[in-house]
């Protein structure tokens, strides 16, 4: 049976350093590098650094 390709985006949740548990989720190419950036976080109602969460997953 042959493998399937794999998706060259996938979803990831960017978490606001400010932690207060808010986070967006977003989409981005496979290849490229972990996001990070300023955004909005209306728990704290400022602008705050958010950074792509780690993958807790098996692999």
């Keep these: 049976m042959a493998r399937r390709a794999?998706?060259?985006t996938i979803a990831v949740r960017i978490i606001s350093m400010a932690m207060t548990g808010y986070y967006r989720t977003m989409v981005r190419p496979r290849t490229s590098?972990?996001?990070s950036m300023l955004k909005y976080d209306?728990?704290?109602r400022k602008q705050v650094l958010f950074l792509e969460q780690k993958r807790g997953g098996n692999k």
């Design 6 to 8: 794999k998706s060259r």
């Design 33 to 35: 590098r972990p996001l």
């Design 42 to 44: 209306p728990v704290v």
